[in-house]
């Protein structure tokens, strides 16, 4: 291909683009007039409040202490679930999205990857 036939055919392709007034408008102005719009819509997200069931197996300080952490955040309202009862039966029966369940031994685990202070380290 001759290089002059292609730059000839690319500033006709460009002056055609640029006389449409509707592919400008579509092309340029449309999307940042939807950028602007959703992003003005969906602005005060940030105020989403989860529901969220805990069901604590552990029943130490460190695990009511994770509990608390998240009342804290202000990101969760906290459902708790007695321990007795079977979580995957409650979720179906409660037509729950999202249940935190904290193992039996929490406490022990998380101290010892404290103690191990190695990221990397697997949580026994």
């Known amino acids: 291909m001759n290089p002059r036939i292609i730059s000839a055919n690319l500033v006709v392709k460009l002056l055609n683009f640029s006389r449409e007034k509707t592919t400008m408008f579509f092309t340029i102005a449309f999307p940042i007039i939807l950028i602007l719009l959703f992003g003005t819509i969906f602005m005060s997200q940030d105020n989403v409040e ?22 804290l955040s202000g990101k969760f309202k906290i459902t708790d679930v007695d321990p007795a009862v079977n979580a995957t039966q409650y979720v179906r029966d409660n037509h729950v999205n999202l249940v935190l ?9 998380f101290n010892q990857r404290i103690e191990s202070d ?3 380290h697997p949580l026994p």
Do not use: G, M, W
């Open 101 to 109: 369940i904290i193992p039996k031994d929490y406490e022990r685990s």
């Open 50 to 71: 989860f529901h969220l069931c805990v069901q604590d197996l552990d029943r130490t300080n460190s695990s009511a202490h994770l509990v608390k952490t998240l009342k």
């Open 118 to 120: 190695d990221p990397t």
